[in-house]
């Protein structure tokens, strides 16, 4: 058990490890980009700055068509493969071939692109960015090479040397007065270093490669590639709709120069989302659904952390591109925001789309990103004749909500992975102040540099104020916790809304447990502490009930209500009992009390331990596919708790499909599912208490207590996990 925590634990630093390795190297985008762009901006103008844009994107675009076909079905077949050298050998050919298909069709349409668009400089651009396509696409493959086996340094270090090597050979070209020729020729140089130096980290390959993977390579390739060109073409068909549809050379430049603003959470995209797909894809092949679970949700809380950051750069925009492209280029802040909302939800697709992909569900991905580039172009042609750039702008970051919100819905449907509520709600709060902040605070030149410093530190103080950085395995409530909710509850606290929890259970119990058992375990003693529980129920069907609990206060009060309960003070994630002591397991509500899910797998390990082979196991935990659950888990706890909505602390828990998944895991096969408890306990349980301080009569708890049970019919309708608050699993411990 410990050393599958261990393993747990090692996958996900080596993808942060790595993660922030490849940042560091494509990092250098940011700062190379800037100055490149302010050298350029300042040297050409915004009509030079429109031509050097628009060229690139159309190179990139035709580049990225190519490679994009083959990017992350490359990753996860290198992955995938015991023996990567082949696969890599085969891909390199590959890709060297398309390039220089893709390179000589460029060159073909450059002068005609050029007249079409009206501009000459435009067509000689384009065909010096032929001769870089197959070089790009070379290094491209080796990249995906490295990455796909794992060597995430030298991935690091092909970014590093394109980002530097670009900054040198613009600098000096565009230096020397070649102008925006100089700045095509030195992309060509930098992809070149590049290429140089990613060859050499992937070595020397075993030039053949077995044709039965030929198949699964166009079987991931194909619909990543329509992923894949979904995106690409939704950074970059903005820019070629705003001149279609009448805009002047400037209005690209200055399109351009605020397109630059999403560069920076872009590159948690780039950084993170290949190994991710590397990543993940081996957790998969291993079995550890839950690592390559974890993982998922680590990248998308990542990327939620970055909007503050973003936050500071839409607040000072206007400081911001006079800093780096002067004064000529201020009609370029107000378009700022909208990218950078495009380039957060782009991220979040990438990282939806390399999950789905590691799950073999690259389909599922492919559909949910499709409907971009259409809803895009309508967009672009309604908006951008009455609005120009700014509604060029606004257009591509509503498409990008659009495919980040289908992509999100597609990934809870396949796993049940949502973005993190609680993390999203601190972040949103923490933006929102900064950009306020930055808004207010004026700096200009170089003293925003001082501004964004001190802005980004309060950034990581509220988040650590807000406990967002609280370290996973932390403890949660311990038994000191316990017993003071012990003392509250003693009294008989809720007393009418406790018999009708027990019912629903005691009913639940009675579906599913056999006829007669000889051990049973119950996981907690909290229900027979503050009320009748389910003793009677369970003693009716096994010859022994054991009970634990790790508060000492609940188990004496457990005691005294039920003497005949064997009740042992201890942790369900640590149990006092030998391997296969138990035929049974009731864990209602137990497990859902743990700050992280590392306690609900160390859970589920140690109940399958004690549990006889066949042995049967019920477990409920909220549900946060309710809605009113997943709204309280998002609120921080001590505010609910102050104001009466939550009586205890609730930690972690998990849907219903994550919950199987985790289960078949851990060496369970689950039997049933279902959802129980459907009355709305925000208005239940206050209607219960009201009608026990205004009678004491029984026949009127009792008409109260048929009343709240008519709502469990709901459990028979398909909107079960909807409305039901606590998700119940029945399963057996595999033989």
Not at 292 to 317: E, N, Y
Not at 434 to 440: E, F, R, S, T, W
Not at 586 to 605: C, K, M, P, V, W
Request: proline residues 5%; hydrophobic residues 55%.
């Amino acid at each position: 058990m410990s050393g599958s925590r261990t393993d747990h634990r090692h996958g996900r630093a080596r993808l942060l490890g790595g993660g922030l390795q490849v940042l560091a190297g494509e990092g250098l985008a940011l700062p190379v980009g800037v100055v490149v762009a302010a050298m350029l901006a300042r040297a050409t103008g915004a009509d030079g700055y429109g031509v050097f844009a628009l060229a690139a994107s159309i190179a990139g675009t035709i580049e990225w068509g190519f490679t994009s076909l083959f990017s992350r079905a490359s990753i996860k077949l290198v992955g995938d493969a015991d023996d990567w050298q082949p696969i890599a050998a085969a891909l390199l050919r590959l890709h060297t071939h398309v390039g220089l298909a893709a390179g000589a069709l460029l060159a073909i349409a450059a002068w005609p692109l050029g007249a079409f668009f009206d501009e000459p400089r435009v067509g000689v651009c384009l065909a010096i960015l032929a001769v870089g396509v197959p070089i790009s696409t070379v290094a491209m493959a080796c990249r995906n090479i490295l990455v796909g086996r794992g060597d995430y340094r030298a991935r690091a270090l092909t970014g590093a040397t394109r980002w530097t090597a670009r900054l040198l050979a613009i600098g000096t070209f565009v230096a020397l007065g070649w102008s925006v020729v100089g700045a095509v020729l030195g992309e060509v140089v930098a992809t070149a270093a590049a290429l140089g130096v990613a060859r050499t980290c992937v070595g020397r390959l075993t030039p053949a490669v077995p044709t039965a993977l030929w198949r699964r390579f166009w079987e991931l390739a194909l619909p990543t590639f329509v992923l894949a060109m979904s995106l690409r073409l939704l950074d970059k068909v903005g820019l070629v709709a705003l001149k279609v549809l009448g805009g002047s050379i400037q209005d690209l430049g200055l399109y351009a120069a605020a397109q630059n603003f999403s560069i920076a959470p872009g590159l948690v995209a780039i950084a993170f989302t290949p190994l991710l797909l590397s990543s993940t894809s081996r957790a998969l092949v291993s079995g550890d659904l839950a690592t390559a679970r974890a993982m998922g949700g680590d990248a998308l809380r990542l990327t939620i952390l970055t909007w503050p950051l973003a936050a500071i750069v839409a607040g000072s925009s206007h400081e911001v591109v006079r800093l780096v492209y002067g004064q000529r280029f201020d009609a370029a802040a107000p378009l700022a925001a909208p990218f950078i909302i495009s380039a957060f939800a782009v991220a979040i697709i990438s990282i939806v789309s390399a999950l789905l992909t590691a799950l073999g569900k690259v389909q599922v991905a492919s559909r949910a990103a499709w409907p971009l580039l259409p809803v895009a172009i309508v967009g672009y042609v309604v908006v951008v004749p009455r609005f120009g750039a700014i509604g060029a702008a606004v257009v591509t970051g509503a498409a990008a909500l659009v495919g980040a919100a289908l992509s999100l819905r597609a990934l809870w449907l396949v796993w049940q992975i949502s973005l993190p509520m609680a993390t999203c709600i601190r972040s949103l709060v923490v933006s929102v102040a900064v950009c306020g902040a930055a808004i207010v605070w004026p700096a200009p030149g170089a003293w925003w540099l001082v501004k964004a410093l001190a802005l980004s530190t309060a950034t990581l103080a509220a988040f650590v104020v807000l406990g967002e950085f609280s370290a996973e395995g932390s403890s949660s409530p311990g038994a000191r916790y316990w017993d003071d909710v012990a003392g509250e509850w003693g009294g008989g606290r809720d007393r009418l809304w406790r018999r009708h929890s027990d019912s629903v259970n005691a009913a639940l119990c009675r579906r599913w447990l056999p006829e007669r058992v000889h051990r049973l375990l119950k996981t907690d003693a909290f229900d027979e502490a503050s009320s009748d529980g389910l003793w009677l129920m369970l003693r009716s069907r096994a010859d022994v009930v054991e009970g634990i609990d790790q508060s000492p206060a609940i188990a004496a009060q457990a005691r005294a209500r039920h003497p005949e309960m064997a009740i042992t003070v201890a942790d369900v994630r640590a149990l006092p009992f030998p391997d296969r002591h138990f035929d049974a397991v009731l864990s209602n509500s137990t497990l859902d009390h743990f700050e992280h899910h590392a306690g609900i797998e160390q859970s589920l390990r140690e109940l399958h331990r004690v549990l006889e082979p066949g042995g049967q196991l019920i477990l409920t935990l909220d549900n946060p596919a309710n809605p009113v659950v997943a709204l309280r888990n998002a609120l921080p706890f001590a505010l609910l708790n102050r104001v009466g909505l939550v009586p205890y602390f609730v930690g972690a828990t998990l849907a219903p499909r994550a919950l199987t998944d985790l289960l078949r895991q851990v060496g369970f096969d689950v039997v049933e599912t279902t959802a129980i408890v459907h009355c709305p306990r925000v208005l239940a349980v206050p209607a219960a208490r009201a009608v026990e301080g205004l009678s004491s009569r029984p026949e009127t708890h009792a008409r109260f207590l048929r009343a709240l049970s008519w709502f469990e019919v709901a459990e028979r309708w398909p909107s079960r996990f909807r409305t039901g608050h606590f998700v119940a699993v029945l399963a057996r411990r595999r033989a």
